[in-house]
């Protein structure tokens, strides 16, 4: 079965240093991925995908992530984050007609 | 604003309780997804609707139970509950199999 591994539960970071979330996914034949956040006390949010193509994907706020066949990885990267990034990030593999989650990574950005 | 709603957005209720609750996708959207999240299970898929029809099941309870409608709306019927049933229920919905999901605001059910 399909799952996804996000190693980091909790990553602090400084405003406007970079960051990356971790995110593996075991493999399979083909794969759809995708990163999605929840700020507090609200839902998911879609934040970029990758379906097929160009292995690097952008979200309109300066998030990207990078699909590595080879290592099974999908991390979540931004060069400069901001206060308004602190929020709950996951990591989800389509399978089956389904989405299958990691366990979810709070990014916590301090001033 | 993802376009799915969900209503209540919040509901309180006792054990041994059965509650409601619904969901509408986006304009045009013919999937209807459930999901559960709680702190312990994390993110869980329950079911799937394509088109009034169940299409996937997931780590859904048999005192759960959900339909789509013909207007695609889409009910998540829970009874018997216990405390353990305290959760986020999310509704998600898609335009196409195998595509992104886009998350309603969810119903945070609490279970007395």
């Known amino acids: 079965a399909q799952s996804v591994t996000q190693l980091d539960s909790q990553v602090p970071v400084f405003e406007e240093a970079p960051v990356e979330l971790r995110c593996n996914y075991s493999s399979s034949v083909s794969v759809y991925l995708f990163w999605y956040v929840q700020y507090p006390n609200q839902g998911l949010q879609l934040l970029l995908k990758?379906?097929?193509?160009?292995?690097l994907v952008e979200s309109i706020n300066g998030f990207e992530a990078e699909f590595n066949k080879s290592q099974t990885s999908f991390h979540l990267r931004k060069p400069s984050v901001h206060i308004s990034d602190t929020a709950e990030y996951f990591c989800a593999v389509y399978n089956t007609d389904k989405l299958i989650f990691g366990t979810g990574t709070r990014l916590q950005v301090f001033p | 604003d993802s376009g799915v709603t969900q209503t209540p957005k919040h509901l309180i209720t006792a054990t041994g309780q059965r509650v409601t609750l619904r969901c509408s996708p986006r304009s045009g959207d013919l999937s209807v997804y459930w999901y559960q999240q709680s702190l312990d299970q994390g993110l869980q898929f329950l079911i799937q609707?394509?088109?009034?029809?169940?299409?996937a099941k997931g780590n859904i309870l048999e005192r759960f139970s959900a339909q789509q409608f013909p207007d695609l709306h889409s009910e998540l019927n829970l009874s018997s509950l216990e405390l353990g049933d305290s959760a986020l229920y999310f509704c998600a919905s898609s335009p196409r199999l195998g595509q992104e999901q886009y998350f309603g605001p969810g119903t945070r059910l609490t279970v007395t």
């Open positions: 990758y379906l097929s193509g160009s292995t």
């Open positions: 609707y394509y088109n009034g029809e169940e299409r």
